[in-house]
C-alpha cells in the first residue's frame, strides 16, 4: 500500500526537473524567445485587451482560467482504473504533451498578434483548416459545456443544502457587480462577497429540513433543465453583472480549497486505499465502460493535457504577456502546477476504500453487481447527513475524500458536513464560473459564424444576434446533458477535447519547421501529437461502435456518434492540410523557411 506523500514528493521532483531542464530547453532553444522583441501586448497596447501584465500575475491569470473542473473531476473518474494508470498519465502527459502544448500555443498565438487558434490554423496552413478548427472549436466548447455541467447536475441533486448554497452566489455576484459598477470599493465588495458566501454555506443545516430547503431539492432531470437556463442568463447579461463577479469570487475559494489540498495530503498523508491495477483495466468498468488504453488518456485531460487550454493560451494570454521569455513561467509553469492539482485530486479518491469509491461513482443497481460491502461509507453518510451511494460525476467523491481525510485531524472530526459542503459548493461554483465563460464563447463563435452569411450577425452588441446566438449554445450543450450519462457525456468531451490539443499540437508543429533553427525540433510536439492523434481517434472509434450506436447500451445515441464522427473527420482533414504544409517546409532551404513572414513584426492595426 502506498501513501500519499511518495506521490507528492516524486511529482514535485519529475516536475521541477522538467521545468528547470526541458522547459528552458523549449522556450529558447525550441522556441528561440527573445526579449528584446516587441509582444502583442506593447505593439497593439489599448487599456482595454492588449495590456502589458507583470509575469506572475500574468501566470496567475493564466492558471485561474485553465484549472477549471478537469484536473479534480478527471482523475476521480479515473480512478476505477487503480492509482497507477493515472498518475503515470497525469506525469507523462503534462511533460511531454500539456506543457509543450500550452507554450507552443501560447507562442503562436503571439506571433499572430494574439489571435485566436482558428486564425492561427488559416494563416500557417490555410482557409480549410482554419474553417474546419473554427467548427472544431464550436463543437468542443459545446460539449465542454455539457460534460463540465453533469457534474453539477450529480453534485446538486437531492441536496437542498448545496443548491442553496449554491443559488446564493448568483444574488451575491450581482450585487457585487452592481457596488463595483457604480463605484463602490473593492475590497469592500470582496470582503462582503465571501462573507456572504461563507454565511450561505454556514446556513445549510438551518434551512435544509424546512420549507425553504424543500425548494431548493430538485431531481437530476430538474437541475439538468435549470442550468441551460441560468447559462443563457449569464451569457446574456452583461459581464460585469454576473461573470466577472462570480468569476472573482471564486478565484478566492479556489485558492482555499487548492491550498487545503495540499495541507490535507502533505500533513496528514493519508494511505492509499485503491490497488495499484483493477479489474477493470480491460474494460467493463462500473465508472467508465472502456479499457484503460484509450480511456485514461481522454479521461484525465486537464492536469496532463487540454485542448481547452488553446482557448485561453490563444485568447486572453497572449495579449497580456509582457515579454516572450514569460512563456516560460505562465504557459510551461501554470502546466505543471495544474499536474500537481490533479495528482492531489487523484490521491484524495483513491484515498476512499475502493468498495466507497465504487458505491459512490457507479448506479446502485451496477454496484450491487460488484459484490463489494462498503466499508467507511454508512459513517461519512451519518455526518454528513445525507446520502452519497451513485451520485457519479466525480465531484461528489472528491467532496467525501477530502472529508476524508480532513476529519481524521481530531479537531475537525465533527466538522464532515461544512467540509462536504464547501467543496461542493466550490466545485460547483468553479464549474458554473466556466460555464458561464463557455456559453458566451460558444456564443461568439456561434455569432461570428453566422456572421459570414449574415453580417449584422457578427456584432456582438446587437442584442437580437446574441440572445438568439446565446439560445442556440444553450439548446445544443442542453440536449447533450439530458442525453446521455456522465460514462458517455464525459467520454464525448474527452474526445473532442484531446482532438483540440491534437490541433494545437499541429499548430505548433508547422511554426516550429518555419521558424526553429533545426527542423529535429519538431519532434517535441510531433512525438506527442503521434500518440494523442491516435489514441483520440481509437477512443472515438470505439465509443461510437460499442456505445453510441449499440441499442443495448446505457450510453445509445445516435446524435453523439454523428457528433463524434464529424470532429474525427475535421481532426483528419485538419492533419492532411497539415501534412501538405510540413512536406513544402521540409522540402524548403532554411533561407527560405525563415523569409516566411513573422507575424510578430507585423504592424499593429
Known amino acids: 500500500m502506498e501513501n500519499a506523500l511518495t506521490l507528492v514528493i516524486v511529482t514535485l521532483c ?116 482554419g474553417w474546419c478548427t473554427a467548427l472544431a472549436m464550436l463543437f468542443i466548447i459545446t460539449i465542454t459545456m455539457a460534460g463540465l455541467s453533469m457534474v453539477v447536475v450529480h453534485a446538486l441533486e437531492r441536496n437542498p443544502w448545496g443548491t442553496f448554497a449554491v443559488f446564493m452566489t448568483i444574488p451575491i455576484a450581482i450585487l457585487v457587480g452592481l457596488y463595483e459598477r457604480f463605484g463602490g470599493n473593492v475590497k469592500i465588495a470582496t470582503y462582503f462577497g465571501l462573507a456572504a458566501i461563507l454565511a450561505s454555506v454556514l446556513a445549510g443545516p438551518y434551512i435544509q429540513d424546512t420549507a425553504v430547503g424543500a425548494w431548493f431539492s430538485y431531481h437530476k432531470e430538474a437541475v439538468s433543465l435549470m442550468l441551460p437556463a441560468y447559462a443563457f442568463l449569464a451569457s ?78 490563444s485568447g486572453t494570454t497572449p495579449k497580456l504577456t509582457d515579454k516572450w521569455n514569460d512563456i516560460l513561467p505562465v504557459a510551461f509553469g501554470m502546466m505543471l502546477v495544474e499536474c500537481v492539482v490533479a495528482v492531489l485530486a487523484l490521491i484524495a479518491a483513491t484515498a476512499l476504500p475502493m468498495a466507497d469509491y465504487f458505491a459512490i461513482n457507479a448506479a446502485p443497481d451496477v454496484f450491487a453487481n460488484l459484490g ?151 519532434l517535441t510536439c510531433l512525438v506527442p501529437l503521434a500518440y494523442l492523434y491516435v489514441t483520440v481517434n481509437y477512443a472515438g472509434y470505439w465509443m461510437v461502435a460499442n456505445v453510441y450506436l449499440n441499442p443495448a447500451a446505457k450510453g445509445y445515441n445516435p446524435v453523439n456518434a454523428a457528433i463524434s464522427v464529424i470532429m474525427l473527420v475535421l481532426g483528419v482533414v485538419i492533419l492532411a492540410t497539415s501534412l501538405k504544409r510540413w512536406k513544402s517546409l521540409l522540402a524548403a532551404k532554411g533561407a527560405e523557411r525563415q523569409a516566411l513572414p513573422d507575424f510578430a513584426a507585423a504592424p499593429a492595426e
Request: charge should be neutral; glycine fraction near 12%; proline fraction near 5%.
Open 372 to 522: 463489494m460491502a462498503t466499508v467507511e461509507l454508512p459513517h461519512l453518510e451519518q455526518e454528513i447527513g445525507m446520502d452519497l451511494a451513485g451520485r457519479t460525476g466525480g465531484a461528489v467523491t472528491l467532496a467525501v475524500g477530502m472529508t476524508f481525510i480532513f476529519t481524521k485531524i481530531p479537531w475537525f472530526s465533527t466538522l464532515a458536513s461544512y467540509f462536504f459542503q464547501f467543496v461542493i459548493m466550490f466545485e460547483a461554483v468553479f464549474i458554473l464560473t466556466a460555464v458561464d465563460s463557455g456559453t458566451r464563447v460558444a456564443r461568439y463563435l456561434i455569432q461570428d459564424m453566422v456572421g459570414d452569411l449574415y453580417a449584422p450577425m457578427k456584432r456582438i452588441d446587437w442584442l437580437p444576434g446574441a440572445l438568439a446566438a446565446s439560445v442556440l449554445a444553450c439548446l445544443l450543450w442542453g440536449y447533450l446533458l439530458n442525453s446521455g450519462d456522465i460514462n458517455s457525456v464525459w467520454a464525448l468531451f474527452g474526445v473532442s477535447n484531446q482532438m483540440m490539443a491534437s490541433l494545437g499540437l499541429m499548430v505548433g508543429a508547422t511554426i516550429i519547421l518555419r521558424l526553429a533553427t533545426k527542423r529535429i525540433y519538431a
Open 236 to 313: 446574456a447579461l452583461p459581464v460585469w453583472l454576473l461573470l466577472t463577479p462570480r468569476g472573482y469570487l471564486s478565484s478566492f475559494m479556489k485558492i482555499g480549497v487548492f491550498g487545503a489540498l495540499v495541507v490535507g495530503v502533505v500533513f496528514i498523508n493519508p494511505d492509499i486505499r485503491m490497488p495499484a491495477l483493477t479489474e477493470f483495466v480491460n474494460g467493463g468498468g462500473p465508472v467508465l465502460s472502456g479499457p484503460v488504453w484509450p480511456f485514461i488518456s481522454i479521461t484525465i485531460a486537464c492536469g496532463a493535457i487540454s485542448g481547452f487550454h488553446a482557448f485561453i493560451g
Open 14 to 129: 519529475i516536475l521541477a526537473i522538467c521545468y528547470r531542464f526541458y522547459g528552458i530547453f523549449f522556450v529558447k532553444k525550441v522556441l528561440g524567445t527573445d526579449d528584446g522583441a516587441v509582444t502583442p501586448a506593447h505593439a497593439l497596447e489599448d487599456g482595454r485587451n492588449y495590456v502589458p501584465t507583470k509575469k506572475w500575475v500574468n501566470a496567475g491569470q493564466h492558471f485561474a482560467a485553465i484549472a477549471a473542473a478537469g484536473p479534480l473531476v478527471g482523475p476521480v473518474l479515473a480512478a476505477q482504473f487503480g492509482y497507477l494508470p493515472g498518475f503515470v498519465w497525469l506525469l507523462a502527459g503534462c511533460v511531454l504533451g500539456g506543457a509543450v502544448h500550452d507554450t507552443v500555443v501560447l507562442f503562436a498565438s503571439m506571433k499572430h498578434k494574439g489571435s485566436s487558434l482558428s486564425e492561427v490554423a488559416k494563416a500557417e496552413l490555410g482557409p480549410v483548416a
